[in-house]
């Protein structure tokens, strides 16, 4: 193009607006591109290409981070792909989920009438009478509350002050986002797990090269909303370690153009085992057919004494019980499709 067809087309483009575009409608990334930036081998992203699921740990964000990443291709449309994660995006298949509920935009106490100290009971409810730092994830306040419990059943005491807990945790965060989130006390210490949130999605360089308006809802919810979100609230009790494990979740999704989809799941507080965990999902349209990467960033007090291999296999652990775990049992309906 020669210089004045230059000048003509940079000045159609800056009259259609063309040039104001967001970052998240520039050119969908090719296969390779989108492999090579989460970290993955050539011999990965063959097998990622024949339908099977490849995972990798990447370099993590912090020295308290478990990172975990996952990826495949299969041929099916991503609208396909959304759609199932939402018809699947429950814990009612998980064996190690002993309860959830979902917590409506409204709710108060009642949506957490489900939460029980099980399995354990009346001896870790005795351990909340008493909570040490190292135990539970707790601020200076709600340790004190719980050490003020008096009556003839800690078990429903314990259970009716964690319900109060949990309730001004979700209002706290519902209303005001990461900087609604109380610190946990770490023997007279504050340590705010919102920081490892903020570090682990300034991390994921796929979503803010590709999805910068889903990128900043996760990082200014409630105050930003990207276009089309979607959003569900929900608590969950694990079984970790033989103990009773509540988790308040918070899902997203929004369409960020070009037929790409970006997810999240952000465990926002933990009760105990590790402190929050933040994951991402992109779903991106590429001529093989729809590749799918998942990338789970686990921030735990314990991790900077875990060898490569530990690491792994927690956060593989872990992965398999959200949105990895979706995806990858959709995969291996799919196993070949991409071939």
Do not use: C
């Amino acid at each position: 193009m020669s210089p004045p067809l230059r000048t003509v087309a940079r000045a159609l483009a800056l009259a259609l607006g063309i040039a104001l575009l967001p970052a998240s409608a520039r050119a969908v990334p090719t296969a390779a591109e989108i492999f090579d930036a989460l970290g993955f081998s050539k011999e990965d992203q063959d097998l990622a290409l024949r339908g099977e699921l490849v995972t990798t740990d990447r370099t993590d964000s912090s020295d308290r981070e478990l990172t975990v990443v996952m990826a495949f291709v299969v041929k099916v449309p991503p609208d396909e792909l959304v759609e199932e994660f939402y018809r699947q995006a429950d814990y009612g298949a998980d064996p190690a989920v002993t309860a959830f509920g979902r917590i409506e935009a409204d709710a108060g106490a009642e949506a957490f009438q489900g939460v029980r100290l099980q399995p354990g009971g009346r001896q870790v409810a005795e351990s909340y009478l008493d909570p040490q730092p190292d135990e539970f994830n707790l601020s200076s306040e709600e340790a004190a509350a719980f050490r003020g419990l008096v009556g003839a059943d800690p078990t429903q005491a314990v259970e009716e002050q964690l319900r109060k807990v949990l309730l001004a945790r979700y209002e706290g965060y519902r209303a005001r986002g990461l900087s609604g989130i109380p610190p946990y006390d770490r023997d007279g210490k504050s340590y705010q797990p919102s920081d490892d949130i903020r570090r682990a999605v300034k991390a994921q360089k796929l979503m803010v090269k590709y999805a910068p308006s889903f990128e900043r809802t996760l990082l200014e919810y409630p105050k930003y909303k990207a276009d089309g979100l979607r959003e569900q609230f929900l608590w969950v009790n694990f079984e970790l370690d033989e103990l009773p494990t509540i988790v308040l979740s918070q899902r997203l999704s929004a369409p960020v153009g070009e037929g790409i989809h970006a997810l999240s799941e952000r465990h926002y507080y933990v009760s105990r085992s590790h402190n929050t965990v933040q994951t991402f999902a992109g779903i991106f349209p590429v001529q093989e057919g729809t590749l799918v990467f998942y990338e789970n960033r686990t921030s735990t007090d314990r991790a900077a004494g875990f060898g490569s291999g530990a690491r792994h296999t927690l956060g593989r652990k872990i992965m398999a019980r959200q949105i990895g775990g979706i995806f990858d049992k959709y995969r291996a309906t799919k196993a070949g499709g991409a071939r």
